[in-house]
């Protein structure tokens, strides 16, 4: 069986920066699975799993477009402690929830520093710009069932929920 649409992936891999850093992984843990095809995964690491197979086992590094997206420096930006309620409370990497706009829709904003007037927020997903180099090795492969395709991604292991 190969990797195309609509078959479920399981994949355990390592991912590191740029320093060969380990940013996450999946070893002494549970796989990554994911319904192939349907945008679970950034889109660089899918397409290079299209075409594979069970057991097969290779390095990639993907470029920041086809990751995390690159930065955005619109999305960083400087407010007034007054602005937040409980502005004492906040502390450099905690997320906080908010609006870029008034009509737009809630998003994450990690808080990347705190001073006495100033709080600077970034709504950049925290691997924004970074290229990221995984290491795989697809554990396995089955058939989606009718109602994982229906929904875009995978119920379990067995096909139903996982609790």
Avoid: C
């Avoid at 069986?1 to 078959?7: A, D, Y």
């Avoid at 470029?63 to 619109?74: E, F, S």
């Avoid at 970074?130 to 396995?140: G, N």
């Amino acid at each position: 069986m190969k990797i195309t649409k609509n078959i479920v992936v399981t994949i355990h891999y390592t991912l590191t920066d740029d320093n060969s850093e380990v940013i996450d992984s999946s070893q002494g843990g549970e796989p990554l699975t994911y319904l192939h095809g349907h945008g679970g995964i950034i889109p660089g690491l899918e397409a290079e799993l299209e075409g594979k197979m069970l057991d097969d086992a290779f390095k990639v590094s993907i470029q920041p477009d086809l990751a995390y997206g690159v930065i955005d420096k619109n999305l960083i930006f400087r407010i007034n402690r007054s602005s937040f309620a409980d502005s004492k409370n906040i502390k450099t990497g905690m997320q906080v929830r908010g609006q870029l706009t008034k009509e737009g829709p809630s998003m994450i904003f990690w808080v990347k520093e705190v001073n006495n007037e100033d709080i600077v927020l970034d709504g950049n997903h925290p691997l924004a710009g970074q290229t990221l180099h995984f290491d795989v090795k697809v554990s396995e492969l089955r058939n989606a069932t009718k109602e994982e395709i229906a929904h875009g991604h995978v119920h379990g292991p067995h096909g139903h929920h996982s609790h």
